[in-house]
Every structure is written in structure tokens, then in C-alpha cells.
């Protein structure tokens, strides 16, 4: 049975740093062609992808939000950190992790998300 | 970045109705599109794989089709559960697996 489950502080306040972790069960992201994403949406909003790591360390970030992402992932604990520098109230959203799958990188499993405000 | 325009943004069908969500890539991305479904407070759930293969344990009443830039999810038959919202997904550009911008799908 495949989990993943988010976690992380749901407030912090402008130009801080965001912290999320997701941690999974089920599968294992030594094995190849494995990659966890992170997704978030804001109330009311679509859903927009940030970032997803591979089982071979490679990773991808969103163009957009690059600059702010960190994505990395410890194997022996089932877990991948995202990492959101300067965080503004447009920030304001729901963080969702999922296990990314196949040729067509779709998303299989999915968090049930997480909560995140930015305020002062 | 690659831009994925659903439409239309929302749409009103009655139980039994068949429906069809259009998505749109700004170039094209082959078979790499995917679709899912989201209700109110919940994760967003895998229906559509590689354009056209259906995720297993999903109702066959959901079909998906196209390929390059053009392509459509089609409910062939509206049932009470089907009122959600649909977002198409690509997974051709590691640059970025963009979202469409979704299509709310209300009881008429």
C-alpha cells in the first residue's frame, strides 16, 4: 500500500523560509525511475507544479520559482524535504507531495496535503 | 515553459449527460498528458495516463484521446460522484509538469 503523507508549519510569516517535509511508505526511492513532486494551490486556485526529485538525485524545479526551491530526499527515512525561500502571501496555498510515475510523468498517489499560510 | 488552457472553465451538465473537458499545450507534447479529478478538500485523484489509458480502479465511463497539442477527457455518462473539477496535466517537459487551469464540472 502505497502513503505519503505532508508535514510542516501551517504559518510563517513573510521573507521567511518554508520547510515541508513528505514522508512515504510503500515504495522506495532508491528504486529506478522512482521521483517524488510537490504541488500547491491556492484557495480557490489551480493546481501548480514546484518541484520533484528522482531516485538517481536528479531534480527539477519549476522555472518560475527556481531560485526560492530546494527539493532534496533521505532515502533511509522514506522522506523528501522541499524547501521555499522568502515566502510572501501569494505564497498562501495547500502543499500537496505525490509519487510521480512512468514515461508520461503522471502522479499516482497523492498527499492529502498540507495547509500553509504566510502572514504577519 | 509549456502552457496547458483547459476549456471551458466550468460547464453545468445534467446526470447522464456526456460531457467533454478540452486541453490545450502551447506546442506539442505527444501522448504526455494527463488528467485528474479533485472534489472539495481532497487530493487530486489520477484518471488518465498517457493520454489515453485509464487508471485502474477508474469507472470506464471516463475516456481520454489526442495527441500533440489537442486533447480531450470525455465522461460518457454523468453520475452524481462525476461533479468535480478536472485538471489536465503535462509530462512531456521536465522543465516543468504544468497544470491546465482546471474545468468545474456543476449539477445543472
Known amino acids: 500500500q502505497i502513503t505519503l503523507k505532508e508535514s510542516g508549519p501551517t504559518l510563517v510569516k513573510p521573507t521567511q523560509a518554508l520547510t515541508l517535509t513528505c514522508t512515504f511508505s510503500?515504495?522506495?526511492?532508491?528504486?529506478?525511475?522512482?521521483?517524488v513532486g510537490w504541488i500547491r494551490q491556492p484557495p480557490g486556485k489551480a493546481l501548480e507544479w514546484l518541484a520533484v526529485i528522482f531516485w538517481d538525485g536528479e531534480k527539477r524545479h519549476s522555472p518560475s520559482l527556481k531560485s526560492r526551491l530546494t527539493i532534496t530526499k533521505d532515502t533511509s527515512k522514506n522522506q523528501v524535504v522541499l524547501t521555499m525561500t522568502n515566502m510572501d502571501p501569494l505564497d498562501t496555498a495547500t502543499y500537496f507531495c505525490?509519487?510521480?510515475?512512468?514515461?508520461?510523468?503522471?502522479?499516482?498517489?497523492w498527499g492529502q496535503g498540507t495547509p500553509v499560510t504566510v502572514s504577519s | 515553459d509549456i502552457q496547458m488552457t483547459q476549456s471551458p472553465s466550468s460547464l453545468s451538465a445534467s446526470a447522464g449527460d456526456r460531457v467533454t473537458i478540452t486541453c490545450r499545450a502551447s506546442q506539442s507534447i505527444g501522448s504526455y498528458l494527463n488528467w485528474y479529478q479533485q472534489k472539495p478538500g481532497e487530493a487530486p485523484k489520477l484518471l488518465i495516463y498517457g493520454a489515453s489509458s485509464l487508471q485502474s480502479g477508474v469507472p470506464s465511463r471516463f475516456s481520454g484521446g489526442g495527441s500533440g497539442t489537442d486533447f480531450t477527457l470525455t465522461i460518457s455518462s454523468l453520475q452524481p460522484e462525476d461533479f468535480a473539477t478536472y485538471y489536465c496535466?503535462?509530462?512531456?517537459?521536465?522543465?516543468?509538469?504544468?497544470f491546465g487551469g482546471g474545468t468545474k464540472v456543476e449539477i445543472k
Open positions: 496535466q503535462q509530462g512531456y517537459s521536465t522543465l516543468g509538469f504544468t
Open positions: 510503500g515504495f522506495s526511492l532508491t528504486t529506478t525511475g522512482e521521483a
Open positions: 505525490a509519487r510521480r510515475r512512468g514515461w508520461g510523468s503522471w502522479f499516482d498517489y
